[in-house]
């Protein structure tokens, strides 16, 4: 398993990570709160009514600096859904998806869904069991693939999802 080192985004680098992963074009986004280990930001997208908020963790692999992720959660602008979004770096094998293990348990894999400039995005609805592992788990490992046989975990920590989770709008 991969060591890694947390980096503290200012809030402006974490909504862009909203925005390039949500489609959203968010001028600047505000830091509202930190919730153990994840960050929750905020800000209206132009031509929306309402206030979007995202709990954003971003992790990279020590030993290899270019391999991060940025994990973001967030609700639906109609609060309809809430979506786990993955912002996994340029090179990752993407047939062999994204794979998700929280607490030694193997929660599957999911598809990539589309590259941009800076990055592959992995998006998976999140049900109300996911939503409970995640809530009451201590650590996720997502996997990328650089070859067939070579997955990188990177080690999320869940400290804070719980209480950031319900305090999103």
Same mark, same amino acid.
């Given at each position: 398993?991969?060591?890694?080192?947390?980096?503290?985004?200012?809030?402006?680098?974490?909504?862009?990570?909203?925005?390039?992963?949500?489609?959203?074009?968010?001028?600047?986004?505000?830091?509202?709160?930190?919730?153990?280990?994840?960050?929750?930001?905020?800000?209206?997208?132009?031509?929306?009514?309402?206030?979007?908020?995202?709990?954003?963790?971003?992790?990279?692999?020590?030993?290899?600096?270019?391999?991060?992720?940025?994990?973001?959660?967030?609700?639906?602008?109609?609060?309809?859904?809430?979506?786990?979004?993955?912002?996994?770096?340029?090179? =990752? &094998?993407?047939?062999?998806?994204?794979?998700?293990?929280?607490? *030694?348990? !193997?929660?599957?894999? $999911?598809? +990539?869904?589309?590259?941009?400039?800076?990055?592959?995005?992995?998006?998976? =609805? &999140?049900?109300?069991?996911?939503?409970?592992?995640?809530?009451? *788990?201590? !650590?996720?490992?997502? $996997?990328? +693939?650089?070859?067939?046989?070579?997955?990188?975990?990177?080690?999320?920590?869940?400290?804070?999802?719980?209480?950031?989770?319900?305090?999103?709008?």
């Amino acid at each position: 398993m991969k060591r890694i080192v947390k980096h503290h985004l200012a809030a402006g680098l974490a909504m862009a990570a909203l925005a390039i992963t949500g489609g959203a074009s968010f001028a600047q986004g505000t830091v509202r709160a930190q919730h153990g280990d994840w960050q929750m930001s905020c800000d209206t997208p132009p031509g929306a009514s309402t206030e979007q908020c995202a709990i954003i963790q971003n992790v990279m692999a020590e030993d290899q600096p270019n391999v991060g992720l940025s994990v973001i959660v967030l609700r639906t602008a109609d609060r309809e859904a809430q979506l786990l979004r993955v912002l996994a770096p340029l090179g =990752v &094998l993407l047939p062999n998806g994204l794979g998700l293990n929280v607490d *030694g348990q !193997d929660m599957g894999r $999911v598809a +990539f869904v589309r590259c941009l400039p800076n990055g592959c995005v992995a998006e998976v =609805v &999140l049900d109300a069991t996911l939503i409970e592992t995640l809530s009451n *788990g201590t !650590d996720a490992i997502f $996997v990328v +693939f650089k070859t067939p046989e070579e997955g990188i975990g990177i080690p999320v920590s869940l400290n804070g999802f719980k209480d950031g989770f319900a305090q999103l709008p």
